[in-house]
């Protein structure tokens, strides 16, 4: 009799880790109730070293999360630009966090001699005004992060930006492009410092007051301090509603810093 348990027992502990399904490395997750499962799995930092973009691909889908440091933890989307996820499905359709979504990624484990990481992640994604992707139980497992080359992101490095801030140049590793039913926002990220641009989805070519309704700029100190523009100007110079590109110039002042010279060029 206790070897018939026995031999049960280990049944349903081989078939526990059949379900689990992760070989090394590994991104899986259910993502609106239908299993995702990456044929590879890689990681690398972020081209200004300020970030770790971790990828989970098929061969036509993209899962990408990405975290500001391998540090152990958990990780809010909602509380930082540095944090965020996306999906390219087999249309190329491209699901994002930012600006609006929401979820967690957790690192458990950081084995610095392999130069892996593994954990979890959740999160809810968007094609603002089309569509919502829900993504659950997600695990990536031994994931490396020092493979020698950039990895490519859906959501990232959409265009340019500089500025001169007090003076000093802001030339940006990292910038986002997106939009929503309002605004279209573009974020140049350097670690804790940032520019937040926004301008209206509807705008044309023209100079614009940054304080009209559908505008705005911030900028985020090194410290992570975070300053709203109280004047300035945004010029649209070119603005590709179709192909979802915009270009032009800004400038505004907030109560301790002067944003002057300020370029952009970006999709969304």
Known sequence: MKRIILTIFAAVAFLGCEDTQLNSPAMQGSLDDVFFKATDARGAETPGGNGIILQGLTADEVLTLRVPSTELGTYTIEDSPNVYASFQDFNGRLYHTDPDGEGVIVINNNNTAQRTLSGTFRFIAYIPGVDTLYAQRGVFYEVPYDLGFEIPDPGLGTGTLFARVDGEDFLP????????????????????????LNIAVDAGTGNYDITLDGFSGKYTDPEGVTQDASSGNITVIEHDTQGRSIRGTFSFLTMDHVISQGQFNVTY
Request: hydrophobic share 35%; proline share 4%; glycine share 12%.
């Open 173 to 196: 590793p990292d910038v986002v492009g997106s939009r929503d039913e309002i605004s279209i926002r573009i974020q140049g990220i350097s670690g804790t410092e940032m520019i937040d």
